[in-house]
């Protein structure tokens, strides 16, 4: 269970990873701003300091936000946070509160080794409780970038369309450091810019100033079997993306194949598909491919085998047909020495299933209604209508095949 800080605590508490800290009554008790004073008490940026050399930096995010998904991944410390150019009608940079610029300035003195100039940000996620619906949990301690991450793929300004309107906005790349505990003395040096700003910092935020080594909070998972409901969409928006590619297909499954091998290519640049086959051919398999592991110059490959299922999702009130343990065992069956499995579903992988190939290890990827809606909108693709207009162009489907 998390820690839980009062609101009467605020102003003095160190700041624990997945501590929850509870707001008050109204925003003008909002509990960041009682947190780290100087911050605001609304926006994900909140920034202290003027001009452009802040002091420290809040990304707050609430983590609802569907078609901007803000993810912090526990097994390498990776946090990906979108800028707040979130709505068409503005250039990149100009928001309301200068978040994009933000970006473009702390990347600049990255990609400049200007690190000592850089400000901490500290990342916090909405997390309500019974004593406030304003009550946050604090994720971490993040600097800019992550290791091994190429400057062109740490901040890259995304296309979106809503509402037939094209704009950009910021996809970030942050590390979120190896600092259980963020002490109060350092956010009280950090506030005033009093002498013990370096000398009280966590030592793994100094390490990262003097060197630029980063030391991301790396978690090890345990076994994660995805519940039904966690592989459906979860917005009416990619629902009804969803079902826009259910009923392209269902009149003919078969052409379902390269749209599935299509999503996993979208989902992954180093995929390479090799072909599209047909069960008579190839003892059922779907699609073959090779994952590249190497040098673009000095390859080295892993082969996978991908199975597709266009069976009917849960929409329209009517209840989906899940892939059972017959269907995911005919895969694990199918895969040589050295290679993987990849399974593309328009619906849910049962439980049973899940839980078999998670226990036993086997090297299967399970990509669901969700998963497939979150990789179209990703690729901007966000919409019925764009979808629609994919699948007519690239996977059109003649009424009667099988």
């Known amino acids: 269970m998390s820690r839980i800080v009062p609101f009467a605590s605020l102003s003095k508490s160190d700041l624990y990873i997945d501590a929850v800290y509870e707001g008050g009554e109204g925003l003008i008790n909002e509990p960041l701003s009682k947190i780290l004073p100087g911050v605001g008490n609304q926006g994900g940026f909140r920034a202290a300091g003027r001009g452009q050399d802040k002091k420290f930096i809040v990304l707050y995010t609430s983590g609802e936000d ?38 473009r300035r702390v990347f600049e003195l990255l990609h400049s080794s200007n690190r000592q100039s850089i400000p901490p940000f500290f990342v916090f996620k909405k997390y309500p409780t019974p004593a406030s619906a304003r009550s946050v949990q604090f994720k971490g301690l993040a600097v800019p970038g992550f290791p091994g991450l190429p400057a062109t793929s740490d901040l890259v300004a995304v296309w979106k369309t809503t509402q037939g309107q094209r704009f950009q906005n910021y996809r970030a790349v942050f590390t979120v450091l190896d600092v259980p505990t963020v002490p109060r003395a350092w956010l009280a040096a950090l506030a005033t810019d009093s002498e013990p700003y370096f000398t009280a910092a966590p030592s793994a935020w100094r390490d990262w100033i003097a060197s630029g080594r980063y030391r991301p909070l790396a978690s090890e998972s345990t076994t994660v079997i995805r519940s039904a409901e966690q592989q459906r969409p979860e917005s009416t928006e990619k629902l009804a993306i969803l079902k826009t590619v259910y009923e392209h297909f269902a009149r003919a499954p078969i052409a379902f194949e390269a749209f599935a091998a299509r999503v996993f290519q979208m989902h992954d640049s180093r995929v390479i598909i090799d072909a599209i086959t047909r069960g008579s051919v190839d003892g059922g ?72 190939v998670r226990e036993d290890r086997h090297p299967i990827l399970f990509f669901s209604g969700k998963d497939i809606t979150d990789i179209l909108v990703a690729s901007g693709f966000n919409t019925p209508d764009l979808v629609r207009e994919l699948l007519n162009r690239e996977f059109p489907v003649t009424a009667g095949v099988q």
């Open 285 to 356: 398999r779907d699609a073959i491919g090779r994952y590249l592991l190497g040098l673009g110059d000095d390859p080295v490959y892993a082969e996978f085998s991908l199975e597709a299922k266009c069976y009917r999702p849960e929409i329209d009130g009517l209840k989906g047909i899940t892939v059972g343990v017959e269907e995911v065992s005919r895969l694990i069956s199918r895969i040589r020495h050295r290679q993987f499995g990849i399974l593309v579903t328009t619906s849910v992988v049962a439980r049973q299933a899940y839980q078999e």
């Open 66 to 103: 569907k078609d901007w998904p803000d993810t912090l991944d526990l097994n390498t410390g990776r946090f990906v946070y979108f800028g707040d150019n979130k709505s068409p009608g503005h250039e990149l940079h100009d928001t309301q509160r200068g978040g994009n610029a933000i970006l």
